[in-house]
């Protein structure tokens, strides 16, 4: 099947500063890509849908100041989490699909956030 | 709003018996449904999908089901092994590929 990498795996961070998250499809192009967040013992929560060459679009709540999302290219989407604080570790997982259609997505190893 | 949920947060089988995880779902527009399951630490990996069009579909030792008067689903896990330990979610495909999930079940196995 496809594969979606995700890059770091683990991140630890200080206070204020700012953690980019790359999410790639390796093996095929992905017009749209979504990004999750996941706290311990929790669902996925999703974030935000990343477009190729457009404006990502957020869901309700999540601010698209702090989390930056920038997909460049067909096989490239990247989470920026700025200014981070404690409150924002948790685990970033990406999907990525093929098309606009009702297909499968492929999920991304996860990115284990941690803010100091 | 409309989501996905689930029944049973935890679930203890025995190795070799079977195993029945369900899910309701509140959006009665959704058409197509899957399954997921998570190891720890790792993103979610594909299991089976349906779409609403079909009560029933089989896979290697899994088979899901549909029931789509009363808005349920299920999945249903053959001979359950060792291996088959992790969170299990189902989730509702929206329109482009968005991917709602449901709460998740954790499956326990018991050698």
């Known amino acids: 099947g496809a594969v979606v990498s995700q890059h770091p795996s683990r991140v630890i961070c200080k206070s204020g500063t700012s953690v980019k998250i790359e999410c790639r499809s390796l093996d095929f192009q992905a017009t749209t890509m979504f990004w999750y967040r996941q706290f311990p013992k929790k669902s996925l929560m999703l974030m935000a849908t990343?477009?190729?060459?457009?404006?990502?679009?957020?869901e309700q709540g999540v601010e698209k100041d702090k989390f930056l999302i920038n997909h460049a290219s067909l096989t490239l989407s990247t989470l920026t989490v700025t200014s981070a604080h404690p409150e924002d570790s948790s685990f970033y997982i990406c999907?990525?699909?093929?098309?606009?259609?009702?297909?499968?997505?492929?999920f991304g190893p996860g990115t284990r956030l941690l803010v100091l | 709003g409309e989501s996905v949920g689930l029944h049973l947060p935890t679930l203890s089988v025995q190795e070799g018996d079977n195993s029945i995880i369900n899910c309701a779902y509140s959006?009665?527009?959704?058409?197509?449904f899957i399954w997921y399951k998570q190891e720890s630490g790792k993103g979610p990996q594909f299991i089976i999908d349906?779409?609403?069009?079909?009560d029933k579909r089989q896979g290697q030792r899994v088979t899901v089901l549909l029931n789509k008067t009363v808005k349920h689903l299920s999945l249903q896990i053959a001979a359950t092994q060792p291996g088959d330990s992790a969170v299990y979610f189902c989730?509702?495909?929206?329109?482009?590929?968005?991917?709602?999930f449901g709460p998740g079940t954790s499956l326990s196995v018991i050698p």
């Open positions: 349906i779409r609403s069009n079909m």
């Open positions: 999907s990525a699909g093929t098309s606009g259609s009702q297909e499968t997505q492929y």
């Open positions: 990343s477009n190729e060459g457009s404006k990502a679009t957020y």
């Open positions: 989730a509702e495909n929206f329109s482009y590929d968005k991917v709602i």
């Open positions: 959006n009665s527009a959704s058409d197509y």
